[in-house]
């Protein structure tokens, strides 16, 4: 029995919060608003690394089926089975989510290490490769406009501010790697 023309594929969507904390993009993604635009979009279910945080509470009547985990061994696995990832701007999980070719929207956590994040996100804007945020609010905002945040999916890209000068993802690596 063929699937019916109609049928709507599923999608599913892997968040990662990385090893630490990061409590406040986890807030976000349990807003019931922001579940019921990621339902509009198509996607069903959702796999979130919470870290070393509590799990997020799923609220009532939650659109989407959602599975959490703290840690994972199955991290290239999780990555590779998402249509979207929505991650921590940690450098080893953005270059994984790229080497998957995978819709990527990276989220600063501007608590960390004086939100050294923020040169990477500005870098994958610049290159067009995800959408980067500045922080939790910014994703809230993001996520809200359910029809602004279906075109920034599919463009994967963002409009910046004219004069802005980002070095590449590539070379803000290498930088912070002490090789050049």
Not at 33 to 44: P, S, T, V
Not at 46 to 55: F, R, V, Y
Not at 70 to 98: C, K, N, P, Y
Not at 133 to 154: H, K, T, W, Y
Request: hydrophobic share 40%; with cysteine; aromatic share 2%.
């Amino acid at each position: 029995m063929s699937p019916s023309p109609c049928a709507t594929p599923h999608m599913h969507i892997f968040v990662s919060v990385g090893t630490t904390r990061f409590d406040a993009m986890l807030e976000v993604l349990q807003d019931p608003q922001i579940l019921a635009n990621l339902k509009e979009l198509g996607y069903d279910t959702m796999t979130i690394q919470h870290g070393k945080g509590d799990p997020m509470e799923v609220p009532e009547g939650c659109p989407l089926s959602i599975q959490q985990i703290s840690m994972t061994s199955q991290f290239e696995r999780e990555v590779s089975a998402a249509d979207l990832v929505i991650s921590h701007a940690g450098a080893g999980t953005i270059l994984e989510v790229r080497d998957h070719s995978k819709k990527h929207i990276v989220v600063c956590n501007p608590s960390l290490m004086n939100n050294h994040q923020l040169e990477l996100v500005d870098a994958l804007n610049k290159e067009h490769t995800a959408i980067g945020v500045a922080s939790p609010e910014e994703l809230r905002e993001l996520m809200s406009g359910l029809g602004n945040l279906a075109l920034r999916i599919q463009l994967m890209s963002r409009v910046r501010g004219e004069g802005s000068k980002v070095r590449s993802f590539g070379t803000i690596l290498m930088h912070e790697a002490g090789l050049i």
